[in-house]
């Protein structure tokens, strides 16, 4: 579903966010992109998503070569980035026949799309108010539920439980489930929290200074007796890293 070879990101100034990296993930997986602040998931999963134009490397994504074939890219996945999309203050059922038709869709096909995707995140009836209307669960739920409007085969999640009250995470944890049980869905997720990585996915890949420092199951990755969080620190350090958006 994935394949990259050699992917990598400089920007103006010389700065390389990510240098060379090789992923793989295959259809059906649930896999956790893990690494520290700045590390390069954010950038990874930007060019990933044809949000963000590679400067070295290849990829293909959901069947289809990332720089030649953007578009088609772009129809068979769904992005959810960290930050929420939704308008606050306008009914999500017209920004979600908005969302339907700018994928081509005709109002029934997105009227009957949306009447599922709701009822698979336990939204149905919520579409008539605005975001801000919404908790924080709900709102993120919503979030994804965009994404899923044209049922496409890779949903990549950007920390998709951030702020979340532990039932809230919960909840969204056992729909990120239902989506690869019931519908086959290949998901590749980034995360800070490793509890959640654990839980989840069936495979971590972590990232550290722009390069893949680790990969395996998480069972294979806590050797020795280790935890995850111990895992995790081995490989990246314990310093903390400034905020950065890469």
Known sequence: MIRTSGLGKTFDGGVAAVEGVDITVEPGEIVGFLGPNGAGKTTTMRMLTTLLRPTSGTATVAGHDLAGEPREVRRRIGYVAQGSGLAPATPLKDDLELQGLLYGLSRREVAARAEEVLARLELTGLDARPAAALS?????????AFALLHD????????????????????????IRALRADHGMTVFLTTHYLDEAGALCDRLIVIDHGRIV????????????????????DLTGRAPREEAGV
Do not use: Y
């Open 214 to 233: 680790a990969e395996g199951t998480p069972a294979e990755l806590k050797t020795g007796g280790r935890t995850l969080d111990d895992v995790f620190l």
């Open 152 to 175: 496409p085969a890779l949903l990549f999640l950007d920390e998709p439980t951030t702020g979340l009250d532990p039932q809230s995470r919960a909840a969204l944890w056992d729909h």
């Open 136 to 144: 924080g669960g709900q709102r993120r739920r919503f979030d994804i």
